[in-house]
């Protein structure tokens, strides 16, 4: 379609230029549905560039994820280090178009507190 553009003022006028709208992106799962620092989050859904030819960042929350893989139905991103708790997954592609997904959980980091025995060979327990 042609692009027109109508100032505040009500003055109204065409560009010339064509502007093509795109079907809306869609995340369909995201999972697993909760995890920690370094999970790998896989998404999948459609249009997930939003008509672009690269996502240029997931975040959880507002925690960035590196993202590993990419294709238009495809992300896998590693998570970063996030507190505990539920957040929305967002993707954002290199269009400015963004899409998120509610409900990706944070949960609390493991912690190792002791080893026992401290030594051994192959097949100790």
Same mark, same amino acid.
Not at 10 to 15: C, D, E, K, V
Not at 31 to 51: E, N
Not at 57 to 82: E, K, P, R, W
Not at 85 to 105: C, E, K, M, R
């Given at each position: 379609? /042609?692009?027109?553009? !109508?100032?505040?003022? %009500?003055? &109204?006028?065409? $560009?010339? #230029? *064509? ?23 896989? /998404?999948?859904?459609? !249009?997930?560039?939003? %008509?672009? &030819?690269?996502? $240029?960042? #997931? *975040? ?66």
């Amino acid at each position: 379609c /042609i692009l027109n553009v !109508l100032a505040n003022t %009500g003055a &109204s006028f065409s $560009t010339g #230029v *064509t502007f093509t709208y795109l079907t809306s992106s869609t995340i369909q799962t995201v999972s697993p549905s909760s995890g920690q620092y370094g999970t790998l989050v896989t /998404i999948r859904g459609a !249009l997930l560039r939003g %008509g672009g &030819s690269a996502v $240029t960042s #997931v *975040t959880i929350g507002t925690v960035a994820a590196q993202i590993v893989f990419q294709n238009d139905s495809l992300v896998i991103a590693s998570a970063g280090l996030g507190s505990p708790g539920s957040f929305d997954v967002t993707v954002t592609a290199n269009t400015g178009a963004f899409i998120a997904a509610s409900g990706w959980t944070y949960v609390a980091q493991a912690t190792i507190t002791t080893v026992s025995p401290t030594s051994g060979q192959l097949g100790t327990q």
